[in-house]
């Protein structure tokens, strides 16, 4: 059985060395190793170019190195094989450590200790909220936002969700729908946005959005880049003074030098680290679903191709 491993992460070693140790029955190719593509049955791959996926005309399974599918079906050879992504509680846990994070800066208004400390201002004590008194709302309420919900309502915040709609009634948290964003919005003191990149999410935040956040919120995006009108978030920064974001994610990674959120004072910048994919836990999870696949002959994908995600 032959495996195509692909990634450009700066530990790609350790991580091909973790996959030929796991699949040490399979032959593991790079594409330094001018493998035969049309012999190639499996791939795992983060951000693989289109030249290669265009020669996989034999691939039965594609497994993605992140909770993300993006970097798979947006390319133009690729042609519906099934795809096993990352579902990682190891990542939803750090995930969750990491919005928490954020949402701890600005409550106990940490970010304005760590401007008065270069300026070495002593700002004294500040009245902060408590958890109970504070409604986030999450959008994209996936294996991940869930995850996070679930989380930070064991910790008494006051957790909401969106959805574009809403089939799955039987969620703890409650759920907004598409015609009550205004409402969801105006209840949320913090939002989260977990949602992936696809046709419906893309500027999903922008102008309109954000003047339905209450002036002085929170906005956290963790999901993708893509689902952000940065040009939107810039105005709307510039126009509310005490309005704040924490930014993971970007439309362009790493963020260019000249990109004006890296000096803006009410922006918090992380480089796509909110959720490491943890190696063990993950190649464990593809072992697991290629053993049942070799087992029954299925396998579901875990993508819906009509959402995109
Ligand atoms: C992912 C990511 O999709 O890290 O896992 O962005």
């Not at 091909?16 to 699949?23: A, Q």
């Not at 996070?148 to 009634?169: A, D, P, Q, T, W």
């Amino acid at each position: 059985m032959s495996i195509l491993f692909y990634c450009n992460f700066s530990n790609k070693k350790q991580w091909l060395n973790s996959v030929k140790k796991k699949f040490s029955t399979n032959k593991i190719f790079t594409i330094k190793d001018k493998p035969d593509f049309l012999k190639i049955e499996y791939a795992i791959v983060w951000n693989l170019p289109d030249n290669i996926m265009k020669k996989l005309k034999n691939v039965k399974i594609i497994f993605s190195l992140g909770a993300g599918v993006d970097h798979i079906i947006n390319l133009p050879s690729y042609n519906k094989t099934p795809i096993v992504r990352v579902k990682d509680i190891n990542m939803a846990e750090r995930m969750s450590y990491h919005v928490h994070s954020q949402i701890l800066t600005y409550q106990l208004k940490l970010y304005l200790f760590q401007k008065a400390q270069i300026q070495k201002k002593w700002l004294g004590e500040q009245h902060t909220k408590l958890n109970r008194e504070l409604t986030i709302g999450i959008i994209g309420l996936g294996f991940l936002g869930n995850h996070v919900g679930k989380y930070l309502s064991n910790l008494n915040y006051n957790v909401i969700g969106f959805k574009r709609e809403n089939k799955n009634k039987e969620s703890k948290i409650k759920i907004y729908t598409k015609k009550n964003l205004n409402k969801f919005l105006n209840l949320s003191d913090i939002v989260v946005s977990i949602l992936p990149d696809t046709e419906k999410t893309k500027n999903f935040i922008n102008k309109k959005f954000l003047s339905l956040m209450k002036k002085n919120s929170f906005l956290i995006n963790i999901g993708r880049g893509s689902t952000l009108n940065e040009q939107d978030l810039l105005l709307h920064l510039n126009k509310n003074k005490s309005f704040h974001v924490s930014l993971d994610v970007f439309k362009i990674e790493p963020l260019p030098k000249k990109n004006k959120f890296w000096t803006h004072k009410n922006v918090i910048i992380t480089p796509h680290a909110a959720a490491l994919t943890d190696i063990d836990s993950s190649i464990n999870h593809m072992f697991k679903r290629l053993k049942d696949y070799k087992k029954t002959g299925k396998i579901k994908s875990d993508v819906n191709l009509i959402k995109g995600y």
